[in-house]
């Protein structure tokens, strides 16, 4: 017997192996390398030597006013693209599944954003906000139907920058949310409905006390996807507001990092490692007390 478990213990590390060597080739060798670079004080990347070793290049980072603007962003971003998107997600979601006879092709029409280019997305929402010489934009002139002032989304004052990217992020992220929140639905057993309304519950009681909960592991799925999705936001600010974000005042996390290594002010691998370290403990922070909170009200 204890052969037999023996061998098939074997089996399935075998059957693992090549998993956990492509983790460990493309995932925990590079996270290593990472702080490894991190903590090099003074690295050269053409001589590839370093004079110390320590926490200046935190220190430096953390002290940097263009990071400390890209943190500001990127947590503007996380705090109001996630829950907004998921709330609308759920919205929509309840309405699909309600039009029986056209839901198959509604959810299709929804689900097109998300297979376009996400750069190709960003140039149409920065004509539709971009005032030119000759036109203000399409949402100016509906600004103007309801007697507004005409506002410069793309180069204009920070708050409607931070506007129109919170916009095109929730566009860009509802399509999946929506596809994954009707398939919820759609798996909620229809006798508690039906028990429900025999009752005489009333339909906003049945959400609350019903599908809300049978659909709860999937809107927190979407929620933790969402917070890391956002904290690794950068070509959608790049789609918009181009490659020069710091003069954008618009940088994210993950764009602070490529600038480090490419950007013009490039050539910092130790820098960007860094504020790349950073980020990987500010999602991890944040991943593991959704899961704490998740599962106190799964006890609960």
């Known amino acids: 017997m204890k052969k037999k478990w023996s061998n098939s213990g074997l089996k399935a590390w075998l059957y693992l192996l090549p998993a956990i060597l492509f983790l460990g080739v493309f995932m925990v060798y590079p996270l290593a390398d990472v702080f490894v670079y991190s903590v090099e004080e003074g690295y050269h990347s053409a001589s590839q030597t370093y ?18 603007q890209a943190v500001k962003n990127t947590f503007l971003l996380v705090i109001i693209t996630v829950p907004l998107s998921t709330a609308i997600a759920l919205l929509i979601s309840v309405g699909l599944y309600s039009v029986r006879p056209l839901r198959n092709l509604l959810q299709t029409v929804y689900f097109l954003p998300y297979v376009t280019n996400t750069l190709a997305v960003g140039l149409v929402f920065m004509i539709l906000f971009q005032k030119t010489p000759y036109s203000d934009g399409f949402a100016n002139l509906v ?16 708050w409607a920058k931070m506007f129109v990217l919170c916009f095109y ?19 909620v057993d229809q006798s508690y409905y039906n028990a429900a309304r025999v009752d005489g519950t009333s339909g906003f009681r049945i959400f609350r006390r019903i599908t809300l909960p049978m659909i709860s592991p999937m809107i927190f799925y979407l929620v933790i996807t969402g917070f890391i999705g956002a904290f690794k936001a950068y070509s959608d600010a ?36 860094a504020a790349a370290i950073i980020l990987f403990a500010i999602v991890l922070t944040i991943t593991c007390i959704n899961l704490l909170v998740g599962k106190r009200n799964a006890w609960k």
């Open 169 to 187: 992020t929730i566009w860009v992220v509802m399509p999946f949310k929506i596809l994954i929140l009707t398939s919820a639905l759609a798996s």
């Open 51 to 68: 004079f110390g070793v320590g926490g200046y290049n935190y220190s430096y980072v953390l002290h940097d006013p263009y990071f400390l």
């Open 238 to 273: 790049v789609a918009l507001f181009g490659t020069d974000l710091n003069a954008a005042e618009m940088n994210t996390i993950v764009g602070y990092v490529y600038d480090m290594l490419y950007g013009d002010s490039g050539g910092y691998p130790s820098y960007a490692s």
């Open 143 to 158: 600004i103007s139907w309801f007697g507004g002032e005409s506002v410069d989304f793309i180069s204009g004052p920070y």
